[in-house]
């Protein structure tokens, strides 16, 4: 058998691998809205097998894209945490303040009854 034979025989490496499409554990749902390319591409990655559902293999290219940029993201989303205490701090801060008011004017009050 010559040597072109044995690559075409060889399953093509992807990372698309149906084994791995769907697998991991999925915690939220997401409804998007998508040009007629990314359908197109969607199904015929279902329609080739390479992945039983659009959902799946909607995730995995979702997935490679933030494998392929991983730094970039890590960067966005590290900034996003940092935005969301800084958020939480100042709601924190709010309430506790508005507390302190409500108890100031409490004892104000308390205080001109006397």
Known sequence: MSKKIKKIKKKPKTTLDRMKLGQEKKTESLVARIDDKTSNLL??????????SRSSAAVTLISEAFEKNKEKYLKILESYEALKAAKEKLKTNFYESIKETEEEESEEKSDNEE
């Open 43 to 52: 199904d015929a990655i279902v329609a080739l097998d390479i992945a039983p």
